[in-house]
């Protein structure tokens, strides 16, 4: 069974630029996450969906941040413009049901902003 | 509010040895618990969790961690430690199963000495 995938997995970019990152769950995954990761830091969650609704946003930063689901199946996440503090790693993650909660992580996007 | 703390940022421990990482959370009722080994450059990868029961669970790549209830805390064990034990470790904890919200930890870097 394929895992969850990401791309692309290393992108550096100038400030001010936009970029976007996508995610495929794993099949069958209802719930799909993504997740913030600063260098040396836990993840947070930046935005929660079940199916193609997004449930869970409160923790996206929505002056710059926007992310889709249109199908409920694969996913967006953009950045448009990026700043400096934006470098970081972006995960993705994906599970079955949300009771019982185990979540299965993609290698995640490190990305750099110059 | 609810929060995951992992006293220990860096552990360096000889290949052999035991080795237990420390988590602890925040809030009364029983939350979900894991823990997340991250590779570099890897996503991250479930080695345990409890949800309720036997308070003693038992994960892959030979950890184990204990749940205790009386001290907030889900420490990870292992017994006898390889080389290709370090990583990143992350403790998690599901509050509430309504949402099914992971929150994280800020990690535990463990480092094997030869």
């Known amino acids: 069974e394929a895992g969850v995938v990401q791309s692309p997995r290393y992108k550096i970019i100038e400030k001010k630029q936009p970029v976007a990152f996508w995610c495929n769950p794993i099949?069958?995954?209802?719930?799909l996450y993504w997740y913030l990761q600063n260098l040396g830091q836990g993840p947070e969650l930046l935005i929660r969906y079940e199916n193609e609704e997004a449930v869970d946003d409160s923790q996206l930063p929505k002056d710059r941040f926007s992310a889709e689901r249109l199908k409920g199946v694969d996913s967006t996440l953009k950045i448009q413009p990026a700043e400096l503090g934006d470098s970081a790693v972006y995960l993705c993650?994906?599970?079955?049901?949300?009771?019982?909660?185990?979540?299965?992580f993609g290698p995640g996007t490190r990305l750099t902003v110059l | 509010a609810q929060s995951v703390t992992q006293p220990d940022i860096h552990i360096t421990v000889s290949e052999g040895a035991s080795l237990e990482l420390r988590c602890n959370y925040s809030y009364g009722a029983t939350p979900y618990l894991f823990w997340y080994v991250q590779s570099p450059g890897q996503g991250l990868q479930l080695l345990l969790k409890y949800f309720s029961g036997d308070t003693l669970v038992q994960g892959i790549k030979g950890f184990e961690a204990e749940f205790k209830r009386s001290q907030s805390s889900f420490n990870l064990r292992k017994p006898s430690v390889h080389w290709s034990d370090a990583a990143e470790y992350f403790c998690?904890?599901?509050?509430?199963?309504?949402?099914?919200?992971?929150?994280f930890g800020q990690g535990t870097t463990l480092q094997v000495k030869p």
């Open positions: 099949s069958g995954h209802n719930t």
């Open positions: 998690a904890v599901v509050f509430s199963s309504n949402t099914g919200k992971l929150i």
């Open positions: 993650a994906s599970s079955a049901r949300l009771a019982g909660n185990e979540q299965f």
